[in-house]
C-alpha cells in the first residue's frame, strides 16, 4: 500500500474525485496514455477492476508542497464550441497533456453551488482549490505541460481556479447563440433533454433566473430554456473577464479556430505559455485531429461537414431560431451585451 506522500507525487494516481462530506479524495491508478486518449475524466473514463485508494484531506494537505504548483492552463468553453478538438489539438506525447472534463471539478462546482460549508471560509475554500489544481498539475516528465479542459458545468467556478495560482491562465472559448441552438437542435430530443438539464444546474447560479416563476419557465419552449442557458454561461464568461486582465485570460469564438487552425493555435499556445508546442509547432499540426470526430477520432468529420451539418439544421429549423433568438435578445440579462467577452485572442 502506498503512503499518503507516495501517491500524490505520482501522477498515476490521478484525482478522480472529491468529496466534501467525508473530507476526502478519491484516485484512480491510471497512465499519462490513457489520460491522453480519454474524452471524458469521470465515470466513463474509469475501467472496471481499476485500482482506487481515498486519501483525507488532511493527510493530502500535509503532503504537499502548494507553492510548488505549476500553473495551469484552462480551456474553458460553453458546449458544442470545439473544445475536446481544441484540447487534442494541444495534447502532443512527450510534451503536454490534455485532460477533458475531469469529474472533480464538476463536483467541486456543484459543491459551491450547493453552499458547502467547507467552501465557506475564504482560507478554506483556497485551501481545496489550490490543493485539487496542484494534483491535476502533475507533470508526467520534465518539462511536460498540462492543459485542463473542465466541463462547460464547471464555468461557475472559473474566479476560484485562476485565483488558485496567479500565474495561471485560460481561454475562454464559446460560440454564439444561434450556432449553440443549432448544435443542440441536431442532436433531437437528446439535445433537448441536455439543454434543459443545463438550466437547471446554471439556474442555481442564477438569483435573477430563481426569482422566475414556476409556471412562467413551464410554458417556455425548449429552444427558450436553451437560450436562457447559454446567456447564464456567458455571465460566467463576463463575471470573469471583470476580474482578470488579458493577460490571464482571453475569449475565441471556435469558428476562428476551424477557419483558421494555424494562426488561432499559435496564438492559443503563445497566450497560455505553451513553450513545449511552440518549439514542437510543426509536429503539432501533424497530430492535430481537424479531419476527424474530437470525441470519437476514429471517425472521420471535417470542418466542411461541421458546416454542412449547421446548414441544414438550420434550414429545417429557420422558423424556430427566427423567432428565438430575437426572443433572447430582448430578455433582460445581467449583461446586455454577450457578443464579446473580455478581450479577443
Same mark, same amino acid.
Request: glycine content about 4%; aromatic content about 8%.
Given at each position: 500500500?502506498?503512503?499518503?506522500?507516495?501517491?500524490? #507525487?505520482?501522477?498515476?494516481?490521478?484525482?478522480?474525485?472529491?468529496?466534501?462530506?467525508?473530507?476526502?479524495?478519491?484516485?484512480?491508478?491510471?497512465?499519462?496514455?490513457?489520460?491522453?486518449? #480519454?474524452?471524458?475524466?469521470?465515470?466513463?473514463?474509469?475501467?472496471?477492476?481499476?485500482?482506487?485508494?481515498?486519501?483525507?484531506?488532511?493527510?493530502?494537505?500535509?503532503?504537499?508542497?502548494?507553492?510548488?504548483?505549476?500553473?495551469?492552463?484552462?480551456?474553458?468553453?460553453? #458546449?458544442?464550441?470545439?473544445?475536446?478538438?481544441?484540447?487534442?489539438?494541444?495534447?502532443?506525447?512527450?510534451?503536454?497533456?490534455?485532460?477533458?472534463?475531469?469529474?472533480?471539478?464538476?463536483?467541486?462546482?456543484?459543491?459551491?453551488?450547493?453552499?458547502?460549508?467547507?467552501?465557506?471560509?475564504?482560507?478554506?475554500?483556497?485551501?481545496?482549490?489550490?490543493?485539487?489544481?496542484?494534483?491535476?498539475?502533475?507533470?508526467?516528465?520534465?518539462?511536460?505541460?498540462?492543459?485542463?479542459?473542465?466541463?462547460?458545468?464547471?464555468?461557475?467556478?472559473?474566479?476560484?481556479?485562476?485565483?488558485?495560482?496567479?500565474?495561471?491562465?485560460?481561454?475562454?472559448?464559446?460560440?454564439?447563440?444561434?450556432?449553440?441552438?443549432?448544435?443542440?437542435?441536431?442532436?433531437?430530443?437528446?439535445?433537448?433533454?441536455?439543454?434543459?438539464?443545463?438550466?437547471?444546474?446554471?439556474?442555481?447560479?442564477?438569483?435573477?433566473?430563481?426569482?422566475?416563476?414556476?409556471?412562467?419557465?413551464?410554458?417556455?419552449?425548449?429552444?427558450?430554456?436553451?437560450?436562457?442557458?447559454?446567456?447564464?454561461?456567458?455571465?460566467?464568461?463576463?463575471?470573469?473577464?471583470?476580474?482578470?486582465?488579458?493577460?490571464?485570460?482571453?475569449?475565441?469564438?471556435?469558428?476562428?479556430?476551424?477557419?483558421?487552425?494555424?494562426?488561432?493555435?499559435?496564438?492559443?499556445?503563445?497566450?497560455?505559455?505553451?513553450?513545449?508546442?511552440?518549439?514542437?509547432?510543426?509536429?503539432?499540426?501533424?497530430? #492535430?485531429?481537424?479531419?476527424?470526430?474530437?470525441?470519437?477520432?476514429?471517425?472521420?468529420?471535417?470542418?466542411?461537414?461541421?458546416?454542412?451539418?449547421?446548414?441544414?439544421?438550420?434550414?429545417?429549423?429557420?422558423?424556430?431560431?427566427?423567432?428565438?433568438?430575437?426572443?433572447?435578445?430582448?430578455?433582460?440579462?445581467?449583461?446586455?451585451?454577450?457578443?464579446?467577452?473580455?478581450?479577443?485572442?
Amino acid at each position: 500500500m502506498p503512503t499518503p506522500k507516495e501517491i500524490v #507525487a505520482d501522477p498515476n494516481w490521478f484525482l478522480s474525485n472529491i468529496d466534501l462530506d467525508q473530507s476526502r479524495l478519491l484516485f484512480t491508478r491510471t497512465d499519462s496514455t490513457s489520460l491522453s486518449e #480519454a474524452s471524458f475524466l469521470d465515470a466513463r473514463f474509469i475501467p472496471q477492476g481499476a485500482e482506487q485508494i481515498v486519501l483525507t484531506l488532511n493527510d493530502a494537505l500535509q503532503n504537499v508542497d502548494l507553492s510548488s504548483t505549476q500553473p495551469a492552463k484552462y480551456i474553458f468553453h460553453t #458546449a458544442f464550441c470545439c473544445s475536446t478538438l481544441l484540447a487534442r489539438c494541444l495534447d502532443l506525447p512527450g510534451h503536454s497533456i490534455a485532460l477533458k472534463e475531469p469529474e472533480v471539478l464538476m463536483t467541486l462546482a456543484n459543491f459551491k453551488r450547493m453552499g458547502h460549508r467547507a467552501l465557506a471560509d475564504n482560507k478554506d475554500r483556497a485551501e481545496i482549490f489550490g490543493l485539487v489544481s496542484h494534483l491535476l498539475l502533475r507533470p508526467f516528465a520534465q518539462g511536460e505541460e498540462i492543459i485542463v479542459k473542465p466541463s462547460n458545468t464547471v464555468n461557475n467556478i472559473i474566479v476560484d481556479l485562476l485565483t488558485a495560482n496567479d500565474q495561471s491562465s485560460a481561454i475562454l472559448l464559446h460560440s454564439d447563440l444561434k450556432s449553440f441552438l443549432i448544435s443542440l437542435l441536431k442532436k433531437g430530443e437528446e439535445g433537448r433533454a441536455f439543454a434543459r438539464n443545463l438550466f437547471n444546474i446554471f439556474s442555481l447560479d442564477s438569483p435573477e433566473v430563481q426569482k422566475l416563476a414556476h409556471n412562467q419557465l413551464m410554458r417556455m419552449t425548449d429552444l427558450q430554456i436553451a437560450a436562457l442557458s447559454w446567456h447564464l454561461q456567458f455571465e460566467h464568461y463576463q463575471d470573469s473577464a471583470q476580474l482578470f486582465d488579458a493577460c490571464r485570460l482571453k475569449s475565441l469564438h471556435c469558428d476562428r479556430l476551424i477557419a483558421q487552425p494555424d494562426e488561432i493555435l499559435k496564438k492559443v499556445i503563445g497566450h497560455l505559455g505553451l513553450t513545449a508546442l511552440q518549439d514542437n509547432f510543426t509536429e503539432l499540426m501533424v497530430h #492535430a485531429p481537424f479531419g476527424s470526430n474530437s470525441k470519437t477520432p476514429e471517425k472521420k468529420f471535417t470542418g466542411q461537414d461541421r458546416k454542412d451539418e449547421h446548414r441544414r439544421t438550420e434550414e429545417l429549423n429557420k422558423s424556430s431560431l427566427d423567432v428565438i433568438i430575437p426572443w433572447a435578445e430582448q430578455m433582460h440579462f445581467k449583461y446586455k451585451s454577450v457578443s464579446e467577452v473580455g478581450t479577443q485572442l
